[in-house]
């Protein structure tokens, strides 16, 4: 049972929990921005709450978390029919390491490196598989296998018996190995990523060709505020022939490698803003798919001030 209220540890209590509810809806979502928008949400009932039931839950944590898994359930249900409306490829926003703002010299807005936590789990060739699942699937794996919680406590999350939600992680756990990749060392994929990087910026299409798989694909994300390729480049030679023509069209670009959700990737910068975030997924010493995120709107973790 609950011990007698102490208002100050109840809101230290409640406010530690943020890093962790962010961490959680920004994986069931793909989008730093609803994460934040499910984390206020969750903290805006919780406050909503007479005292004396709030004094009443004997564990704070897990009522936000139950609250802001129920409220990503909702809000993934809701998001097919949003993405079928989206202009061109949706991709989950990317994620800035701390290196760029170091490197770079600029102060920036708030690190969101420093609200979610980069591991394998957030990679973007991950979020890209969970975006292939069911929102029950999605939520009772990043629930079992990523965050360890017990499948009665996934299933009180998601409203479906334990041995359903047994089924659901199991089921998302295949899609899982059936997608990725052995594991390349970081600093390999360092070495294709920065490769890339010469070839595009020589406009070398055989170098581009060099390190890029035979079925590689490129999916471009402008949501519609800018021009991107509507449908994913497939092909060596066509990724490589548009990633030619894209810095032939548009000059004055600068390209930095830094980190985008924990693995190599690039930044590409015109006249100080950053137009475009490219994740790379790779196999070996070749590139299966890169991922380009123009939207603006997905961009501003990474607008320097």
Same mark, same amino acid.
């Given at each position: 049972m609950s011990t007698p209220p102490d208002p100050a540890g109840d809101l230290?209590? /409640?406010t530690r929990e943020r890093? #962790? =509810?962010i961490n959680l809806a920004y994986r069931l979502l793909g989008s730093l921005a609803e994460a934040e928008d499910v984390v206020q949400e %969750?903290?805006?009932r919780w406050y909503a709450l007479p005292p004396e039931q709030r004094d009443a839950i004997a564990s704070p944590g897990g009522w936000l978390t139950t /609250?802001? $898994?129920r409220i990503c359930l909702d809000l993934l249900g809701s998001a097919r029919a949003r993405r079928e409306r989206y202009v061109g490829e949706w991709i989950?926003?990317? =994620?800035? $390491?701390? %290196?760029?703002? &170091? $490197?770079g010299g600029a102060a920036g807005p708030a690190d969101p490196a420093d609200r979610v936590t980069l591991d394998e789990? &957030? %990679?973007?060739?991950? =979020? &890209?598989v969970l975006e292939s699942m069911t929102p029950a699937e999605r939520v009772a794996f990043v629930l079992h296998d990523v965050f360890r919680y017990s499948f009665a406590e996934v299933a009180e999350i998601v409203g479906r018996t334990p041995a359903a939600c047994r089924q659901l992680a199991s089921s998302a756990r295949r899609r899982i190995r059936a997608q990725r990749p052995p594991a390349t060392p970081a600093a390999r994929r360092a070495e294709v990523v920065r490769a890339f990087r010469r070839a595009w910026e020589? #406009?070398?299409?055989?170098g581009l060709i060099g390190v890029l798989a035979p079925g590689a694909t490129a999916t471009g994300d402008g949501g519609g505020l800018v021009p991107a390729a509507l449908h994913p480049v497939e092909g060596a030679e066509a990724v490589a022939r548009f990633f030619a023509e894209r810095a032939r069209a548009v000059p004055g670009i600068s390209l930095l490698e830094c980190a985008v959700n924990g693995q190599?990737? =690039?930044?590409a910068r015109k006249d100080g803003v950053t137009v475009s975030v490219l994740a790379f997924d790779i196999a070996g010493d070749r590139i299966q798919h890169v991922w380009a995120v123009l939207n603006p709107d997905k961009l501003r973790p990474w607008t320097a001030h």
């Amino acid at each position: 049972m609950s011990t007698p209220p102490d208002p100050a540890g109840d809101l230290d209590a /409640v406010t530690r929990e943020r890093r #962790q =509810l962010i961490n959680l809806a920004y994986r069931l979502l793909g989008s730093l921005a609803e994460a934040e928008d499910v984390v206020q949400e %969750t903290y805006a009932r919780w406050y909503a709450l007479p005292p004396e039931q709030r004094d009443a839950i004997a564990s704070p944590g897990g009522w936000l978390t139950t /609250v802001a $898994g129920r409220i990503c359930l909702d809000l993934l249900g809701s998001a097919r029919a949003r993405r079928e409306r989206y202009v061109g490829e949706w991709i989950p926003e990317p =994620l800035p $390491g701390r %290196t760029e703002w &170091v $490197g770079g010299g600029a102060a920036g807005p708030a690190d969101p490196a420093d609200r979610v936590t980069l591991d394998e789990s &957030v %990679t973007m060739a991950f =979020l &890209v598989v969970l975006e292939s699942m069911t929102p029950a699937e999605r939520v009772a794996f990043v629930l079992h296998d990523v965050f360890r919680y017990s499948f009665a406590e996934v299933a009180e999350i998601v409203g479906r018996t334990p041995a359903a939600c047994r089924q659901l992680a199991s089921s998302a756990r295949r899609r899982i190995r059936a997608q990725r990749p052995p594991a390349t060392p970081a600093a390999r994929r360092a070495e294709v990523v920065r490769a890339f990087r010469r070839a595009w910026e020589d #406009q070398d299409i055989d170098g581009l060709i060099g390190v890029l798989a035979p079925g590689a694909t490129a999916t471009g994300d402008g949501g519609g505020l800018v021009p991107a390729a509507l449908h994913p480049v497939e092909g060596a030679e066509a990724v490589a022939r548009f990633f030619a023509e894209r810095a032939r069209a548009v000059p004055g670009i600068s390209l930095l490698e830094c980190a985008v959700n924990g693995q190599p990737g =690039l930044m590409a910068r015109k006249d100080g803003v950053t137009v475009s975030v490219l994740a790379f997924d790779i196999a070996g010493d070749r590139i299966q798919h890169v991922w380009a995120v123009l939207n603006p709107d997905k961009l501003r973790p990474w607008t320097a001030h």
